[in-house]
Nanobody, 126 residues
Framework: QLQLVESGGGLVQPGGSLRLSCAAS????????IGWFRQAPGKEREGVSC????????TYANSVQGRFTISRDNAMQVVYLQMNNLKPEDTAVYYC???????????????????WGQGTQVTVSS
């Protein structure tokens, strides 16, 4: 059974860092792109980042470019999202998701991704 499990969320002060993990099971991660999304209270879910199957291509939302880094360890079946210089507006539930293709879409729409984790809460506050 395909499963994605996010972890690594928590409470951090502005300017701090967190590393989120997305652990995959039930399928071979090597062949698929993985995306990170987030949803803040009262807002729509938005795409944050995506990484292709072999990590040859990555994409980022403008709001996180230069602060977040996506990476993957296919041998360990894990995708990471390193988040630095966090801001209060980064507060949200973060989800990872997979799609049935090796590459990332040109636009990070959640409708392009078919399998989702349960999410992990990130709160940036002093």
């Amino acid at each position: 059974q395909l499963q994605l499990v996010e972890s690594g969320g928590g409470l951090v002060q502005p300017g701090g860092s967190l590393r989120l993990s997305c652990a995959a099971s039930g399928f071979t991660l090597d062949y698929y792109a993985i995306g990170w999304f987030r949803q803040a209270p009262g807002k729509e879910r938005e795409g944050v980042s995506c990484i292709s199957d072999n990590a040859g291509s990555t994409t980022y939302a403008n709001s996180v470019q230069g602060r977040f880094t996506i990476s993957r360890d296919n041998a360990m079946q894990v995708v990471y999202l390193q988040m630095n210089n966090l801001k209060p507006e980064d507060t949200a539930v973060y989800y990872c998701a997979t799609r049935g293709f090796s590459g990332c879409p040109s636009t990070l729409r959640d409708s392009y991704f078919g399998a989702w984790g349960q999410g992990t809460q990130v709160t940036v506050s002093s």
